[in-house]
């Protein structure tokens, strides 16, 4: 297997993890020095970030599933598409649960060293989840609001 389709079938494997719940025992998907670029504000540093994160949609969407839907890899970076969905159930980011069922995209890059993750950086449609929310309004238009 090259190292592109091992670090693939890790980032994979994390993933299921992470659909089990098994947020602690993530570990050994990342470098001890990892490094999240798109931590949100007094996020904890390392590991403890991907940790906080997903308690949060876990506890918001005690339901959610995480599915991969398409992975690229070059090198020693994987670039990933994943989309969320569940049903919100607990409190996220400061809005009150809603009972609503919600689906949103998240991009990613991944840099690897030694099969583990060192760096990611990354992109939640967060904007689009507010909104199923009921949150922030939808924009005007077809589709949209007004």
Known sequence: MS???????????FVDEINKGNIDGVDEFFAPDYVEHSAPPGAPPGVETIKMVFRMFRTAFPDVVFTVTD?????DR????VIGEGTNDGPFMGVPATGRHCKWAAFGINHYVDGKILEHWGLPDLMGLMTQLGAIPPPPGPGGGH
Do not use: C, I, M, S
Request: proline share 0%; net charge negative; aromatic share 10%.
């Open 71 to 75: 992975l690229v890899a070059e090198g």
């Open 78 to 81: 994987v670039a990933t598409y």
């Open 3 to 13: 190292v592109e389709e091992d670090n693939k079938a890790r980032y994979r494997a």
